[in-house]
């Protein structure tokens, strides 16, 4: 068997169209408004002061955290069998993964700064393969099959430029927003032909026994935009006053925002793929 | 059919009543035939007594097991098929179903001879019996069908048995069964069973294949491939089914049938591509194997023994540019028919031959001929022999003869229902005719309209001639049109009778009543009355005493005046 994949969907019409890939999630929502709570008081004490520039050029940033991509995306291939064509779609139930994401940033010119960011999220999720095989005796007469497919991994690596405008909102915290171009490489397991066994006479069933899955990957240009809230609290500790090296190690807390699409380029028709999301990261800073 | 004297079970079982049974002693059973019909609509006792006649005849050994099966069509009952012998030697024509629940009996059906007085020592031997009917066919018997000894009952007078040598003869356009006596070699009775569609005429090599048939629509093949060549040959039922083309060659037709000469690989239809453009052989074999199809999703039937016996039949068995030079009877069987040889063929377990039609610039009472192959119809029709042959054996001749080929016609229609609808794609409009698919304009017979082609819609009007063996054919319209009454309702056009069918959506309810009474409660002598008893029996048992299949059975049979 052959496959020839497609990436469509079914509309209610039943026609196949190409298919996009972002479908809303409440959770990113959810993750940008929190992004929002959480910055909301030190944004309000950005614009009431003079948005003194920080006296620390170099911040170098290791987070990790989660990223917001539930959604779901479908997938549709065809292959010859018994002198008609067999069809399968795939519905990938995308989900929120982890991401480590690290980077560093140089105060240029007052409070500009220029920073390079490379993150890194993965998922595992489940697809539903619903297939069709046509009957080995009679035209229009497929069998179905639905099969549940676990392990599916998806791997975004990016690079972020950000251009920052990093405020000194009180002496031991520091508030950045920030924008610029990422550079994406989407990996996406996608499942590319499917195989059934024959019950065998009257040939009305099919078992479902197996797929065949191929990572594709994909690389695109996209957009972001973020929140940086780190704070160097720790030196003023009472149990850490004397520990001078602590004046350069920090707590942060970054809220980024992606907007980019992969489109993978597979056997048939490509794939739509939605890059973007909300993504919450947490980690240690150091500035010099 | 002959009238044979009778008794009736009311005589024989106030016999019965009156004299006190025991082991040791037998009730007193008026000799003669004894026709036995009692079921759910029979009087308790009726049923009762004649069970304990039949027990009493098979402790008699005058009756024996042949055939103990499950019913898959009602859960719990069981079928048996009992055959007269006396003294050791078949009584033709004398057997009774009788159909049990849980052991006890739910409906006796069929004929016993009593006071059967022959000596069964023949005088002549088997060889002897052959060498005869050799005389008088003019061809070699079958090597799978040596002259076997019977008791006759005789046709036309009452208590009259002769021991006979029974053999069976291809005579090229006749499946001719003779009856030699077996002490002076005369010839007793010879009937033709050849079952013609009218009167007078998963394993590692399957693939496949695509097919235009006769009327050049698409159909998939389940063909095998050999050595780069594709053969008819299909693998993927449980049945094995062969369509072998005959490119023409009569005489190695007419071998075949005979069993004389074998059929090999390279007698399979074959293609070079797999993309079959051969229509008869397309349609033979894909009709075959959707016949099998529907009887097994229909009636839980595998193949025509229940057993998975192969299918096989055989096209182009004449050249269609010969018409012209050959023999009436010729054109009759092998240009403007189809058949179903019940012994034929080289391991001598059934062969369908499908007639080549005419040339398209030749038409014979205003219609055209195309290959006979290219009506589904018309396949399963004469496939449905061969399960009549594997069960009831209706005697193919008079009102049982007509019941066989009414069988055919009720399986064949009801392929087409059940293939048009799932097959086609509704390319195709299935209805009640048959052969309208090759035999245009118009077809060869109607079971919603006999008349349209001169049949008899009414018992009052059957043919009582001897030709076509007693009408087997058009006679087949009576209960043919009883079938159709019994699914669609109407109103009988001689009786004026209205029946209330059961509906086109319900066809299968009828299918199955029929199907069940005609495979395991009829008897091979079975009458049109017994058909009528059985039907009803069939409904009672499937659907229940109150319900619209039982009810349109009954009606169909009175208004088709058949009671």
Redesign the interface.
């Known amino acids: 068997m052959s496959p020839i994949r497609t990436a469509a969907s079914t509309d209610a019409a039943g026609q196949a169209r190409p298919r996009p890939a972002r479908s809303p999630h409440p959770r990113s929502l959810l993750f940008a408004v929190a992004g929002l709570l959480v910055t909301a008081p030190a944004l309000a004490q950005l614009g009431q002061l003079a948005q003194p520039a920080p006296t620390d050029r170099i911040v170098v940033r290791l987070d990790s955290g989660l990223r917001s991509a539930s959604h779901t995306i479908a997938d549709t291939g065809v292959f010859p069998a018994?002198?008609e064509q067999g069809r399968f779609r795939t519905d990938y139930d995308l989900k929120d993964g982890r991401v480590v994401d690290g980077g560093a940033s140089f105060l240029l010119w007052r409070n500009l700064a220029i920073g390079l960011d490379v993150s890194n999220y993965r998922s595992i999720h489940d697809a539903q393969i619903h297939s069709e095989l046509p009957?080995?005796?009679?035209?229009?007469?497929p069998r179905a099959s639905t099969a549940q497919v676990a392990g599916l991994e998806r791997r975004d690596l990016g690079i972020h430029i950000r251009a920052l405008w990093m405020s000194q909102v009180a002496g031991w915290l520091v508030v950045s927003v920030s924008a610029g171009p990422s550079v994406i490489t989407a990996r996406q397991d996608l499942v590319s032909a499917v195989q059934h066994t024959?019950v065998?006479?009257?040939?009305d069933e099919i078992v479902f026994a197996g797929q065949t899955v191929s990572a594709e990957s994909e690389t695109t240009a996209g957009l972001n935009a973020g929140i940086d809230i780190d704070s160097f609290f720790l030196h003023r500790l009472p149990f850490l006053r004397n520990v001078e090296v602590l004046r350069h190690v920090g707590l942060g807390l970054l809220v980024r925002y992606v907007r980019a699409t992969a489109v993978l380029q597979s056997a048939g028709e490509p794939i739509e793929l939605d890059l973007g999301g909300v993504q919450i990261t947490s980690g240690v800073r150091f500035r010099f | 059919m002959h009238e044979l004297s009778r008794f009736t079970i009311g005589t024989l079982l106030l016999a019965l009543v009156t004299v006190p049974t025991s082991a040791t002693a037998q009730p007193p059973v008026p000799n003669g035939v004894l026709r036995l019909s009692a079921g759910s609509g029979s009087a308790l006792t009726a049923l009762r007594d004649a069970d304990a006649l039949v027990n009493q005849l098979t402790r008699d050994e005058s009756l024996r097991l042949v055939r103990q099966e499950g019913d898959p069509l009602v859960p719990g009952r069981e079928h048996e098929r009992l055959q007269q012998f006396h003294d050791g030697v078949l009584v033709f024509g004398a057997e009774v179903t009788r159909q049990t629940s849980q052991g006890l009996p739910v409906s006796v059906f069929g004929t016993v001879h009593r006071g059967i007085d022959v000596d069964t020592t023949p005088t002549l031997s088997a060889d002897d019996a052959a060498r005869i009917v050799e005389g008088l066919s003019g061809r070699t018997i079958f090597p799978t069908a040596a002259p076997k000894l019977v008791v006759l009952p005789d046709r036309d007078a009452e208590s009259v048995y002769r021991l006979v040598y029974e053999a069976r003869a291809f005579s090229g356009a006749q499946l001719m069964v003779y009856f030699v006596d077996a002490a002076s070699g005369a010839l007793v009775w010879s009937y033709n069973d050849l079952k013609t569609q009218q009167p007078a005429l998963p394993c590692s090599r399957c693939v496949i294949g695509e097919g235009l048939g006769v009327k050049s629509d698409r159909k998939k093949m389940s063909v095998t491939t050999v050595g780069g060549a594709f053969l008819a040959q299909d693998q993927l039922r449980p049945a094995q089914i062969f369509t072998f083309d005959m490119r023409g060659d009569l005489d190695h037709t007419e071998l075949v049938l005979s069993g004389i000469a074998q059929l090999f690989d390279a007698d399979l239809s074959t293609d070079t591509d797999n993309r079959w453009l051969d229509g008869a052989s397309v349609d033979a074999h894909v009709g075959m194997g959707w016949t099998y199809d529907y009887l097994y999703k229909r009636f839980g039937r595998q193949s025509l023994n229940d057993q998975n016996v192969r299918l096989l039949s055989l096209v182009h068995p004449v050249n269609r540019a010969d018409v012209f030079s050959v023999p009436d009877e010729v054109i009759g069987l092998y240009f403007l028919n189809a058949f179903y040889c019940g012994l034929c063929g080289p391991d001598g377990v059934g062969v369908a031959v499908f007639g080549e039609g005419l040339p398209p610039n030749v038409l014979v009472g205003g219609q055209q001929f195309d290959f006979f192959a290219g009506a589904l119809d018309i396949v399963a029709h004469e496939l449905a022999h061969g399960v009549t042959d594997f069960t009831s054996a209706l005697l193919y001749m008079d009102e049982s003869g007509a019941l066989n080929e009414a069988f055919s016609d009720v399986i064949g229609v009801g392929a087409e229902f059940y293939a048009e609808s799932l097959f086609r794609g509704g390319a195709g409009v299935p209805d009640y005719t048959l052969g309208e698919d090759v035999i245009e304009p118009g077809g060869i017979r109607s079971l919603a309209n006999p008349l349209q082609f001169g049949d008899p819609d009414h018992y009052s009007l059957r043919f009582l001639g001897e030709a076509d063996n007693g009408g087997v054919h058009t006679n087949s319209l009576i209960p043919g049109h009883a079938f159709f009454l019994a699914i669609e309702g109407g109103t009988n056009r001689v009786s004026g009778l209205r029946v209330a069918g059961v509906g086109a959506a319900n066809r299968g309810q009828i299918e199955q009543v029929f199907y069940r009474a005609f495979t395991v409660l009829m008897t091979s002598n079975a009458d049109f009355a017994a058909a009528r008893t059985a039907t009803i029996q069939s409904a009672l048992d499937l659907y229940g005493a109150n319900s619209p299949a039982a009810r349109a059975v009954t009606q169909a049979w009175t208004a088709v005046g058949v009671n």
């Open positions: 018994n002198l009957h080995p005796f009679f035209f229009d007469a024959e065998g006479f009257p040939f």
